[in-house]
């Protein structure tokens, strides 16, 4: 059902050229992925999509909206190239895929590796009880500072966009008055 709800909002975002109705339509894609991510059991990357795909970059693309306007200006050629481009990449995924286990599959070698390895060592190494909490804390330690950073990063963009939004529009109603 998701991955039929991303592929209508991803279609829909093709088609539409008001550009408040596509940056809504990416939020939306956003945290469709990010349940997308929940569902496949990965939700410190559901968590960060949800926080910068569809937060923080909504209010962004808002502000940028703000300052150049609603509708896109139709292309002056016709964009046959990119789409081969796009096309021949998406087969060549698609052709890199075919090779993968099934999801899921008690079989994969992801389960006969790190997973028993977590599960049956991690109390000892880290002194953690929670595995989820280990791995997250512990054994991906950088991957989650790194997670942490971009959300910190992103959020204090925003907020020196919003400051200084504030203050341009102190100085224009200063000088009109």
Same mark, same amino acid.
């Given at each position: 059902?998701?991955? %039929?709800?991303?592929?209508?909002?991803?279609?829909?975002?093709?088609?539409i050229r008001n550009l408040f109705a596509v940056v809504m339509l990416a939020g939306v894609y956003?945290?469709?992925? /990010?349940?997308?991510?929940?569902?496949?059991?990965?939700?410190?990357?559901?968590? %960060?999509?949800?926080a910068v795909g569809a937060g923080?970059?909504?209010?962004?693309?808002?502000?940028?909206?703000?300052?150049?306007?609603?509708?896109?200006s139709k292309p002056g050629h016709t964009p046959l190239l990119p789409l081969f481009v796009v096309c021949l !990449?998406? /087969? /060549?995924?698609? #052709?890199? %895929?075919?090779?993968?286990?099934?999801?899921?599959?008690?079989?994969?070698?992801?389960?006969?590796?790190?997973?028993d390895h977590y599960l049956e060592e991690s109390y000892g190494e880290i002194g953690i009880p929670n595995v989820v909490t280990s791995v997250?804390?512990? #054994?991906?330690? #950088?991957? %989650?500072?790194?997670? !942490? !950073?971009?959300?910190f990063a992103a959020a204090v963009g925003v907020l020196i966009l919003l400051v200084g939004g504030a203050r341009a529009r102190r100085a224009r109603g200063g000088g009109e008055g």
């Open positions: 059902m998701l991955l %039929t709800l991303l592929a209508a909002t991803g279609f829909a975002l093709l088609r956003s945290l469709l992925s /990010a349940g997308l991510f929940t569902v496949m059991d990965a939700v410190d990357v559901a968590f %960060t999509e949800a923080i970059s909504t209010v962004l693309f808002l502000g940028a909206l703000a300052l150049c306007g609603h509708h896109e !990449t998406g /087969a /060549a995924l698609v #052709y890199g %895929t075919m090779d993968m286990p099934g999801f899921g599959e008690a079989s994969n070698p992801v389960h006969h590796h790190v997973a997250l804390a512990s #054994y991906r330690g #950088y991957d %989650t500072m790194g997670e !942490t !950073t971009v959300v």
